[in-house]
């Protein structure tokens, strides 16, 4: 079982950056972050192992950065240059079944609740 955390969600204007943490009660094997705009479905953006191997949309490649502190648990996505279609809410996500840089979402068994991300002029 594994309980996530995230927190770092806003408002913000276009072109400004923010840094989303995810923090796990425990270590998983892989962590992605996974973000649903209003209205559309959700996909994932960027997933990270625990041996720091990393996987991009790439739709979001070049402006986002995931990164974690295995001592701390904590998971990070980096999102510079936002604009107005990264509005939406942001998921932590985490397996403990294996490593992997699949971006699906049902490869993940454990969510976390979600942090808000509001891009507007």
């Known amino acids: 079982q594994v309980q996530l955390v995230e927190s770092g969600g806003g408002s913000v204007q276009p072109g400004g950056s923010l840094t989303l943490s995810c923090t796990a009660s425990t270590y998983a094997l892989t962590v992605g972050w996974f973000r649903q705009a209003p209205g559309k479905e959700r996909e994932g953006v960027a997933v990270i192992t625990k041996e720091g191997r990393t996987n991009y949309a790439h739709s979001v490649k070049g402006r986002f950065t995931i990164s974690q502190d295995n001592a701390k648990k904590t998971h990070y996505l980096q999102i510079n240059s936002l604009n107005l279609e990264d509005t939406g809410m942001y998921y932590c996500?985490?397996?403990?079944?294996?490593?992997?840089?699949?971006?699906?979402?049902?490869?993940?068994?454990?969510w976390g609740q979600g942090t808000q991300v509001t891009v507007s002029a």
């Open positions: 996500a985490a397996t403990l079944r294996w490593l992997t840089l699949s971006l699906y979402d049902n490869d993940f068994e454990y």
